[in-house]
Protein backbone atom coordinates (compact mmCIF):
# COMPACT_ATOMS: atom_id res chain seq x y z
CA UNK A 1 0.00 0.00 0.00
CA UNK A 2 0.73 3.78 -0.60
CA UNK A 3 0.00 5.64 2.26
CA UNK A 4 0.16 9.61 2.78
CA UNK A 5 2.99 11.50 4.73
CA UNK A 6 0.27 12.35 6.79
CA UNK A 7 -1.08 8.94 7.43
CA UNK A 8 2.63 7.72 8.48
CA UNK A 9 3.05 10.25 10.63
CA UNK A 10 -0.09 9.35 12.21
CA UNK A 11 1.31 5.89 12.46
CA UNK A 12 4.57 7.09 14.37
CA UNK A 13 2.80 9.63 16.62
CA UNK A 14 0.10 7.11 17.68
CA UNK A 15 2.83 4.22 18.75
CA UNK A 16 4.96 6.85 20.29
CA UNK A 17 1.64 8.62 22.25
CA UNK A 18 1.09 5.08 23.52
CA UNK A 19 4.62 4.06 24.47
CA UNK A 20 5.35 7.60 26.33
CA UNK A 21 1.86 6.80 28.21
CA UNK A 22 2.56 3.57 29.41
CA UNK A 23 6.35 4.73 30.30
CA UNK A 24 4.61 7.93 32.06
CA UNK A 25 2.40 5.24 33.93
CA UNK A 26 4.99 2.91 35.27
CA UNK A 27 7.07 5.48 36.28
CA UNK A 28 4.23 6.34 38.74
CA UNK A 29 2.63 3.28 39.97
CA UNK A 30 4.90 2.23 42.69
CA UNK A 31 3.95 5.84 44.51
CA UNK A 32 0.94 3.68 45.28
CA UNK A 33 -2.08 6.18 44.34
CA UNK A 34 -3.16 4.09 41.57
CA UNK A 35 -4.74 1.10 43.60
CA UNK A 36 -5.45 -0.78 40.51
CA UNK A 37 -3.45 -3.33 38.62
CA UNK A 38 -1.55 -2.45 35.58
CA UNK A 39 -0.68 -4.33 32.85
CA UNK A 40 1.25 -2.78 30.35
CA UNK A 41 1.35 -2.24 26.63
CA UNK A 42 5.11 -1.74 25.65
CA UNK A 43 6.52 -3.32 22.63
CA UNK A 44 2.59 -4.00 21.09
CA UNK A 45 1.82 -0.29 19.86
CA UNK A 46 2.19 -1.05 16.20
CA UNK A 47 -0.97 -4.06 16.59
CA UNK A 48 -3.37 -1.28 18.70
CA UNK A 49 -2.33 1.31 15.77
CA UNK A 50 -2.36 -0.35 12.45
CA UNK A 51 -5.73 -1.68 13.31
CA UNK A 52 -7.46 1.33 14.95
CA UNK A 53 -5.89 3.41 11.96
CA UNK A 54 -8.06 1.63 9.67
CA UNK A 55 -11.24 2.07 12.07
CA UNK A 56 -14.11 4.65 11.57
CA UNK A 57 -15.93 6.55 14.98
CA UNK A 58 -18.88 3.74 14.73
CA UNK A 59 -16.79 0.57 13.80
CA UNK A 60 -17.08 -1.11 17.36
CA UNK A 61 -13.68 -2.70 19.31
CA UNK A 62 -13.69 -4.78 22.42
CA UNK A 63 -10.36 -4.96 24.41
CA UNK A 64 -8.87 -7.14 27.01
CA UNK A 65 -6.85 -6.43 30.41
CA UNK A 66 -4.15 -5.44 28.43
CA UNK A 67 -6.40 -2.68 26.49
CA UNK A 68 -4.46 0.83 27.56
CA UNK A 69 -2.77 0.79 23.36
CA UNK A 70 -6.12 -0.07 22.00
CA UNK A 71 -8.26 2.55 24.07
CA UNK A 72 -6.15 5.43 23.23
CA UNK A 73 -5.24 4.18 19.12
CA UNK A 74 -9.40 4.25 18.83
CA UNK A 75 -9.68 7.76 19.91
CA UNK A 76 -10.50 7.60 24.16
CA UNK A 77 -9.64 10.50 25.92
CA UNK A 78 -6.18 10.29 27.91
CA UNK A 79 -7.43 12.38 30.29
CA UNK A 80 -9.86 10.43 31.42
CA UNK A 81 -7.77 6.69 31.41
CA UNK A 82 -5.35 8.55 33.59
CA UNK A 83 -8.28 9.53 36.27
CA UNK A 84 -9.72 6.00 35.79
CA UNK A 85 -6.43 4.35 37.09
CA UNK A 86 -6.41 7.27 40.01
CA UNK A 87 -10.01 5.81 40.76
CA UNK A 88 -11.85 9.24 39.86
CA UNK A 89 -15.07 10.24 38.96
CA UNK A 90 -14.01 11.72 35.80
CA UNK A 91 -12.23 8.28 34.99
CA UNK A 92 -13.39 6.81 31.66
CA UNK A 93 -15.71 4.17 34.33
CA UNK A 94 -16.25 6.51 36.46
CA UNK A 95 -13.85 5.56 38.86
CA UNK A 96 -15.21 1.88 39.36
CA UNK A 97 -13.50 -0.10 36.66
CA UNK A 98 -9.80 0.68 36.86
CA UNK A 99 -7.44 -0.64 34.44
CA UNK A 100 -9.04 -3.42 33.26
CA UNK A 101 -12.44 -2.03 32.68
CA UNK A 102 -12.02 0.74 30.36
CA UNK A 103 -14.44 2.32 27.96
CA UNK A 104 -15.75 4.81 25.48
CA UNK A 105 -18.10 4.17 23.60
CA UNK A 106 -18.44 7.73 21.26
CA UNK A 107 -15.42 6.75 19.98
CA UNK A 108 -16.91 2.91 19.43
CA UNK A 109 -14.50 1.55 22.46
CA UNK A 110 -17.34 -1.03 24.16
CA UNK A 111 -14.89 -2.22 26.90
CA UNK A 112 -12.40 -4.69 28.20
CA UNK A 113 -12.43 -6.91 30.56
CA UNK A 114 -10.27 -8.62 33.07
CA UNK A 115 -11.73 -12.28 32.00
CA UNK A 116 -9.72 -13.91 29.74
CA UNK A 117 -11.46 -14.47 26.48
CA UNK A 118 -14.68 -12.26 28.21
CA UNK A 119 -14.54 -10.23 24.99
CA UNK A 120 -14.35 -12.70 22.23
CA UNK A 121 -17.92 -13.70 22.33
CA UNK A 122 -19.11 -9.75 23.21
CA UNK A 123 -17.38 -8.51 19.95
CA UNK A 124 -18.82 -11.47 17.81
CA UNK A 125 -22.55 -10.86 19.18
CA UNK A 126 -22.40 -7.00 18.50
CA UNK A 127 -21.45 -8.26 14.93
CA UNK A 128 -24.70 -10.11 14.79
CA UNK A 129 -25.92 -7.12 15.82
CA UNK A 130 -24.70 -5.30 13.15
CA UNK A 131 -25.90 -7.54 10.36
CA UNK A 132 -29.15 -7.95 11.78
CA UNK A 133 -29.40 -4.04 11.77
CA UNK A 134 -27.83 -4.04 8.54
CA UNK A 135 -25.18 -1.08 9.31
CA UNK A 136 -22.08 -0.93 7.25
CA UNK A 137 -19.72 -0.72 10.27
CA UNK A 138 -17.58 -3.98 11.79
CA UNK A 139 -16.29 -4.83 15.37
CA UNK A 140 -13.09 -5.74 15.73
CA UNK A 141 -12.00 -8.06 18.92
CA UNK A 142 -8.66 -7.74 20.28
CA UNK A 143 -7.05 -10.73 22.94
CA UNK A 144 -3.96 -12.35 23.65
CA UNK A 145 -2.50 -16.33 23.29
CA UNK A 146 -3.71 -17.22 26.36
CA UNK A 147 -7.44 -15.77 25.39
CA UNK A 148 -7.29 -17.81 22.27
CA UNK A 149 -6.44 -20.86 24.39
CA UNK A 150 -10.34 -20.26 25.78
CA UNK A 151 -13.09 -22.90 24.15
CA UNK A 152 -15.22 -19.64 23.96
CA UNK A 153 -12.75 -18.57 20.76
CA UNK A 154 -13.43 -21.05 18.66
CA UNK A 155 -17.36 -21.05 19.52
CA UNK A 156 -17.36 -17.53 18.62
CA UNK A 157 -15.44 -18.37 14.89
CA UNK A 158 -17.78 -20.78 13.98
CA UNK A 159 -20.66 -18.63 15.24
CA UNK A 160 -19.25 -15.71 13.30
CA UNK A 161 -18.28 -17.91 9.85
CA UNK A 162 -21.80 -19.62 9.92
CA UNK A 163 -23.56 -16.38 10.02
CA UNK A 164 -20.81 -14.47 7.81
CA UNK A 165 -20.57 -11.66 10.94
CA UNK A 166 -18.46 -8.62 9.81
CA UNK A 167 -16.00 -9.18 12.55
CA UNK A 168 -12.16 -9.22 12.30
CA UNK A 169 -10.51 -11.44 15.33
CA UNK A 170 -6.87 -10.16 16.26
CA UNK A 171 -4.77 -12.17 17.89
CA UNK A 172 -1.95 -10.47 20.01
CA UNK A 173 0.77 -13.41 20.16
CA UNK A 174 3.13 -11.51 22.42
CA UNK A 175 4.11 -15.23 23.53
CA UNK A 176 2.96 -15.24 27.11
CA UNK A 177 0.31 -15.91 28.91
CA UNK A 178 1.26 -14.50 32.46
CA UNK A 179 4.75 -16.98 32.42
CA UNK A 180 3.46 -19.62 30.50
CA UNK A 181 5.02 -19.99 26.94
CA UNK A 182 3.18 -20.33 23.84
CA UNK A 183 5.23 -23.40 23.38
CA UNK A 184 3.92 -24.62 26.51
CA UNK A 185 0.16 -24.17 25.57
CA UNK A 186 -0.41 -24.42 21.93
CA UNK A 187 0.96 -28.02 19.64
CA UNK A 188 2.82 -26.69 16.29
CA UNK A 189 3.87 -23.21 15.28
CA UNK A 190 0.52 -22.34 13.77
CA UNK A 191 -1.88 -21.24 16.44
CA UNK A 192 -4.67 -21.03 14.44
CA UNK A 193 -5.79 -24.23 11.90
CA UNK A 194 -6.33 -22.00 8.77
CA UNK A 195 -10.31 -22.36 7.21
CA UNK A 196 -11.17 -21.75 3.47
CA UNK A 197 -10.91 -18.09 2.18
CA UNK A 198 -14.65 -18.37 1.21
CA UNK A 199 -15.08 -18.93 5.06
CA UNK A 200 -12.87 -16.88 7.26
CA UNK A 201 -9.61 -15.14 6.00
CA UNK A 202 -7.01 -16.12 7.97
CA UNK A 203 -3.29 -14.38 8.08
CA UNK A 204 -0.19 -14.34 10.18
CA UNK A 205 1.49 -11.27 10.06
CA UNK A 206 4.33 -9.42 11.95
CA UNK A 207 2.98 -7.28 14.71
CA UNK A 208 5.87 -5.20 15.30
CA UNK A 209 5.68 -4.13 11.29
CA UNK A 210 2.82 -1.63 11.84
CA UNK A 211 2.10 -1.34 7.60
CA UNK A 212 1.96 -4.95 8.14
CA UNK A 213 -0.82 -4.90 10.42
CA UNK A 214 -2.37 -1.80 9.02
CA UNK A 215 -2.69 -3.92 5.23
CA UNK A 216 -4.14 -6.99 6.58
CA UNK A 217 -6.86 -5.18 8.38
CA UNK A 218 -7.61 -2.94 5.28
CA UNK A 219 -8.41 -6.16 3.31
CA UNK A 220 -9.89 -7.64 5.96
CA UNK A 221 -12.35 -4.36 6.50
CA UNK A 222 -12.98 -3.99 2.60
CA UNK A 223 -14.42 -8.04 3.03
CA UNK A 224 -16.43 -7.32 6.26
CA UNK A 225 -18.10 -4.32 4.84
CA UNK A 226 -19.26 -5.95 1.50
CA UNK A 227 -20.88 -8.94 3.14
CA UNK A 228 -17.96 -11.57 2.91
CA UNK A 229 -17.61 -12.57 6.37
CA UNK A 230 -14.89 -12.36 9.45
CA UNK A 231 -11.49 -12.64 9.49
CA UNK A 232 -8.54 -13.71 11.68
CA UNK A 233 -5.41 -12.04 12.41
CA UNK A 234 -2.60 -13.44 14.27
CA UNK A 235 0.20 -10.30 15.11
CA UNK A 236 3.35 -12.04 16.22
CA UNK A 237 4.70 -9.75 18.47
CA UNK A 238 5.90 -9.42 22.52
CA UNK A 239 5.62 -8.10 25.93
CA UNK A 240 8.88 -5.98 26.56
CA UNK A 241 7.03 -5.63 30.37
CA UNK A 242 6.04 -8.50 33.05
CA UNK A 243 2.32 -9.80 32.93
CA UNK A 244 1.68 -6.44 35.19
CA UNK A 245 2.42 -3.98 37.30
CA UNK A 246 5.87 -1.78 36.46
CA UNK A 247 9.24 -3.52 35.47
CA UNK A 248 10.89 -4.13 38.64
CA UNK A 249 7.82 -6.17 39.74
CA UNK A 250 8.37 -8.93 37.03
CA UNK A 251 8.51 -12.29 37.78
CA UNK A 252 12.02 -13.57 36.94
CA UNK A 253 13.19 -17.15 35.67
CA UNK A 254 10.47 -17.58 32.98
CA UNK A 255 12.27 -16.17 30.43
CA UNK A 256 15.72 -14.98 30.22
CA UNK A 257 17.56 -11.41 29.79
CA UNK A 258 18.28 -12.14 26.57
CA UNK A 259 15.58 -12.93 24.79
CA UNK A 260 13.90 -9.62 25.94
CA UNK A 261 17.18 -7.97 24.52
CA UNK A 262 16.58 -9.41 21.44
CA UNK A 263 12.93 -8.23 21.24
CA UNK A 264 13.99 -4.77 22.43
CA UNK A 265 15.67 -4.65 19.56
CA UNK A 266 12.92 -5.48 16.96
CA UNK A 267 11.19 -2.48 19.09
CA UNK A 268 8.04 -1.51 16.70
CA UNK A 269 8.72 2.32 17.11
CA UNK A 270 12.75 2.64 16.29
CA UNK A 271 12.05 0.32 13.28
CA UNK A 272 9.49 2.38 11.56
CA UNK A 273 10.83 6.00 12.82
CA UNK A 274 13.60 4.75 11.51
CA UNK A 275 12.59 3.62 7.96
CA UNK A 276 10.62 6.77 7.59
CA UNK A 277 13.57 8.69 8.51
CA UNK A 278 15.62 6.93 6.02
CA UNK A 279 13.09 7.56 3.31
CA UNK A 280 12.81 11.28 4.58
CA UNK A 281 9.70 10.97 5.68
CA UNK A 282 10.40 12.28 8.79
CA UNK A 283 13.15 14.44 10.06
CA UNK A 284 14.46 15.04 14.13
CA UNK A 285 12.66 18.24 14.15
CA UNK A 286 9.18 16.90 13.77
CA UNK A 287 9.89 13.91 15.43
CA UNK A 288 10.65 16.44 18.60
CA UNK A 289 7.55 17.99 17.97
CA UNK A 290 5.74 14.63 18.69
CA UNK A 291 7.72 13.87 21.84
CA UNK A 292 7.33 17.60 23.04
CA UNK A 293 3.27 17.27 22.33
CA UNK A 294 2.36 13.93 23.58
CA UNK A 295 4.68 14.80 26.97
CA UNK A 296 2.47 18.11 27.60
CA UNK A 297 -0.20 15.89 26.57
CA UNK A 298 0.61 13.18 29.78
CA UNK A 299 1.72 16.02 32.09
CA UNK A 300 -1.58 17.86 31.51
CA UNK A 301 -3.97 14.21 31.89
CA UNK A 302 -1.70 13.40 35.32
CA UNK A 303 -2.62 16.82 37.23
CA UNK A 304 -6.10 16.09 35.96
CA UNK A 305 -6.43 12.67 37.29
CA UNK A 306 -4.85 13.93 40.79
CA UNK A 307 -7.21 16.64 41.50
CA UNK A 308 -10.61 15.23 40.23
CA UNK A 309 -13.01 14.17 42.98
CA UNK A 310 -13.29 10.54 44.11
CA UNK A 311 -16.51 8.80 43.63
CA UNK A 312 -18.75 10.01 47.14
CA UNK A 313 -18.92 6.87 49.26
CA UNK A 314 -23.24 7.46 49.53
CA UNK A 315 -22.80 6.31 44.96
CA UNK A 316 -20.15 4.00 45.07
CA UNK A 317 -23.03 1.55 44.23
CA UNK A 318 -23.74 3.86 40.90
CA UNK A 319 -23.22 2.46 37.79
CA UNK A 320 -23.20 -1.05 38.86
CA UNK A 321 -25.11 -4.18 37.97
CA UNK A 322 -25.87 -6.38 40.45
CA UNK A 323 -28.76 -9.52 40.24
Known sequence: MKLSKKILHRLLFEM?????????????????????PVHLYIGQEAV????????????????NHRGHGHYLAKGGSLRALIAELYGRETGCS???????????????????????????PIGTGMGLAIKMQKKNNVSVI???????????????????????????????????????HVSARQAGDNIFHSMPVKSL???????????QVYDSVNKALVRARTGNGPSFIECRTYRIRGHAGCESQDFSGYRTAEEI?????????????????????????????MEKKID????????????????????????????
Open 296 to 323: NEIKDAFAFARQAPAPSPEELSFYLFCE
Open 16 to 36: MRIRQVQLAIESRYLENEMQT
Open 48 to 63: AVGVCANLKKNDYINS
Open 94 to 120: RGRGGSMHLVETNAGHYGSSSIVGGGI
Open 201 to 211: MTKIVDGNDVL
Open 142 to 180: FFGDGAEDQGVFYESVNFAVLKKLPVIFILENNQYSVCS
Open 261 to 289: EYWKKLCPIASFQKKLSKNKIINPSEINK
